[in-house]
T-cell receptor
Framework: ETGVTQTPRHLVMGMTNKKSLKCEQHLGHNAMYWYKQSAKKPLELMFVYNFKEQTENNSVPSRFSPECPNSSHLFLHLHTLQPEDSALYLC?????????????FGPGTRLTVL | GQNIDQPTEMTATEGAIVQINCTYQTSGFNGLFWYQQHAGEAPTFLSYNVLDGLEEKGRFSSFLSRSKGYSYLLLKELQMKDSASYLCAGTDSNYQLIWGAGTKLIIKP
């Protein structure tokens, strides 16, 4: 257990569905992240929130919409996804004012888009 | 540009030693992470190197050469449970992580 939880662990959705991924961190960190992990590719940073404010959006399509209501919770709202969006979506948290910025990861949500 | 390179896959024998290399190019480099990720699980932290040299933690050691843009992870006395992917990540000037694609390590009896 890393102190970061994600739900659901697995999700299958059609291209017209709307769903949300949830992440919660119990570590008192001030930064949270969404990553996409596809087979044999580097982790792709999608969004970064520092103190609940979005500081990074790495050219992510608008069909992915993040929400950070407080420093412990992070959501990723999904709508009209494409089959190529099928991947493992990882949430992470860190304490950004520590020099190392070590990130702690949740177990991920395995998303399949049909 | 920013780039992290590491081998895609390596195979080693139980009880042996294996070295996983990583080369990096990041703007404003601060340090280098190694994470372990078992299939279907979250990446977990192994090491963080800021200074040149070797840091040892039990069976695992990590080395950094800032002048060469090079790091390696050394795993000794390999066990079957060490079969996993090993992710190298460099930090840029904002301490943002730039990730490699990971090295899948297969341990054979």
């Amino acid at each position: 257990e890393t102190g970061v939880t994600q739900t659901p662990r697995h999700l299958v959705m059609g291209m017209t569905n709307k769903k949300s991924l949830k992440c919660e961190q119990h570590l008192g960190h001030n930064a949270m992240y969404w990553y996409k992990q596809s087979a044999k590719k580097p982790l792709e940073l999608m969004f970064v929130y520092n103190f609940k404010e979005q500081t990074e959006n790495n050219s992510v399509p608008s069909r992915f919409s993040p929400e950070c209501p407080n420093s412990s919770h992070l959501f990723l709202h999904l709508h009209t996804l494409q089959p190529e969006d099928s991947a493992l979506y990882l949430c992470a948290s860190s304490q950004r004012d520590r020099e190392s910025n070590e990130q702690f990861f949740g177990p991920g949500t395995r998303l399949t888009v049909l | 540009g920013q780039n992290i390179d590491q081998p895609t896959e390596m195979t080693a024998t139980e009880g042996a030693i294996v070295q996983i290399n990583c080369t990096y190019q990041t703007s404003g480099f601060n340090g280098l992470f190694w994470y372990q990720q078992h299939a279907g699980e979250a990446p977990t932290f192994l090491s963080y190197n800021v200074l040149d040299g070797l840091e040892e933690k039990g069976r695992f050691s990590s080395f950094l050469s800032r002048s060469k843009g090079y790091s390696y992870l050394l795993l000794k006395e390999l066990q079957m449970k060490d079969s996993a992917s090993y992710l190298c990540a460099g930090t840029d000037s904002n301490y943002q992580l730039i990730w490699g694609a990971g090295t899948k390590l297969i341990i054979k009896p």
